[in-house]
């Protein structure tokens, strides 16, 4: 079974600041490794998905890394706004193609 | 259709009573999840379909809980005799299918279910 791991489980920045998100999971006989976004009471949103063969995946502000031999990952915020206050959580798939998810870290930024 | 549908988006039922909450996926996704999430929890894996039969059913907390997906598309979670402790939201996801590094997980709002 895969288990995912995320710290920190909460974090708190003031605005335009920079911050790191980070993710580990057990099994790294992974094909891709996905980032998701869940607003309070909401769904998740799908953020950026890296395939195995990827180091590292980019959409606006965000950029996600993937080192598969250490079983870690990273979500990078840049310059970072109120409105991305939200819970962040990472899925990694299982050999049986069951994706597993981390337990999320709650970010809130400060205006 | 374009999105993943849940039906019904909230469920408020007794302790005991049957539920089935129904989720109906991206079309020609074959891969269909079910996960079900606590306050303050990540998603908890439940079940895995692909196509019609049960690829892994490894996460149902009991023999309460069971999911069909008789013709390979829409796929009911049905919960027998329910508990307080069953009170969640219950997500649905479906993907392509296969070990494909492009599948991405693509989620409906949730089914949100209390149990009084």
């Known amino acids: 079974k895969q288990e995912v791991t995320q710290i920190p489980a909460a974090l708190s920045v003031p605005e335009g600041e920079n911050l790191v998100l980070n993710c580990s999971f057990t099994?790294?006989?992974?094909?891709?490794l996905q980032w998701f976004r869940q607003d309070p009471g909401k769904g998740l949103t799908s953020l950026l998905l890296?395939?195995?063969?990827?180091r590292e995946q980019t959409s606006g502000r965000l950029n996600a890394s993937l080192d598969k031999s250490s079983g870690r990952s990273t979500l990078y915020i840049a310059a970072s706004q109120p409105g991305d206050s939200a819970t962040y959580l990472c899925?990694?798939?299982?050999?049986?193609?069951?994706?597993?998810f981390g337990t999320g870290t709650s970010l809130t930024v400060i205006p | 259709g374009a999105g993943v549908s849940q039906t019904p988006s909230n469920k408020v039922t007794e302790k005991g009573k049957y539920v089935e909450l129904r989720c109906d996926p991206i079309?020609?996704?074959?891969?269909l999840y079910w996960y079900r999430q606590s306050l303050g929890q990540g998603p908890e894996f439940l079940i895995y379909?692909?196509?019609?039969?049960?690829?892994?059913d490894s996460g149902l907390p009991n023999d309460r809980f069971f999911a069909v997906r008789p013709e390979g598309s829409v796929s009911t979670l049905k919960i027998q005799r329910t508990e307080r402790g069953d009170s969640a939201v219950y997500l649905c996801?479906?993907?392509?299918?296969?070990?494909?590094?492009?599948?991405?997980?693509?989620f409906g709002a949730g089914s949100r279910l209390t149990v009084l």
């Open positions: 996801a479906s993907t392509q299918g296969g070990f494909s590094g492009a599948n991405v997980l693509t």
């Open positions: 099994d790294s006989a992974i094909y891709n």
């Open positions: 890296i395939q195995s063969s990827q």
């Open positions: 899925a990694a798939p299982a050999p049986g193609n069951q994706f597993y």
């Open positions: 079309s020609g996704h074959t891969a």
């Open positions: 379909f692909q196509g019609t039969g049960a690829a892994d």
